[in-house]
């Protein structure tokens, strides 16, 4: 994969807006089309509103999309930081300061995103905990692989951070040789 293509895919993975780079890399779905339905649900959980048997049909049906999407998020994260970790930092001056400022962006993007999941992660937990306090069989182990599968995605951003970190590094100090 080039290059530019790559930031494109990484950018569009990142962003919560579709955008045009959506058609080159198809990965323009982004959390923010199915966190506001999860807030929301745990949200009523969080306020200790009355279950009624039609949010405990809500969670049932949703957690496991929920998960699913998790987990092909991670997987996106994945294949595009195994791709990210075989990209050259370029050789020219040029090159190397765009090739900065993309990294950059997209570490700002991930931050933004971690923190998002984490705020989403401490929702599940606490929901968790209210229905255990209560004895109710609403989050069984669907919900623990859930936090699971949260973690483990949490854990791919954290690990691509890393990786784009040394990447700016490395380019920076190859703009200093130049400069």
């Known amino acids: 994969m080039k290059r530019r293509t790559l930031i494109i895919a990484l950018l569009t993975l990142l962003l919560p807006q579709k955008s ?3 058609n080159l890399s198809g990965l323009a779905r982004s959390l923010k089309s199915y966190g506001p339905k999860a807030i929301e649900v745990l949200d009523k959980i969080n306020k200790r509103v009355p279950e009624t048997d039609s949010t405990v049909d809500i969670l049932k049906k949703w957690t496991p999309e929920w998960k699913d999407e998790i987990d092909s998020h991670r997987q996106q994260v994945e294949g595009l930081h195994a791709q990210l970790k075989q990209l050259p930092v370029p050789k020219q001056k040029s090159d190397l300061a765009e090739f900065i400022d993309d990294l950059e962006v997209i570490c700002t993007l991930l931050d933004n995103e971690r923190n998002a999941l984490s705020k989403r992660r401490e929702k599940v937990r606490k929901a968790v905990d209210i229905c255990l306090k209560e004895k109710k069989a ?12 949260l973690a483990e995605y ?9 990786t784009l970190t040394e990447k700016v590094e490395k380019a920076k100090k190859e703009l200093k040789k130049l400069t």
């Not at 609403?138 to 599968?149: G, H, M, V």
């Not at 949490?154 to 890393?162: E, K, N, V």
Request: net charge negative.
């Open 20 to 22: 045009e780079a959506a």
């Open 138 to 149: 609403l989050f069984d182990c669907d919900d623990i692989f859930t936090q699971i599968k």
């Open 154 to 162: 949490r854990s791919a951003l954290s690990s691509m951070r890393s």
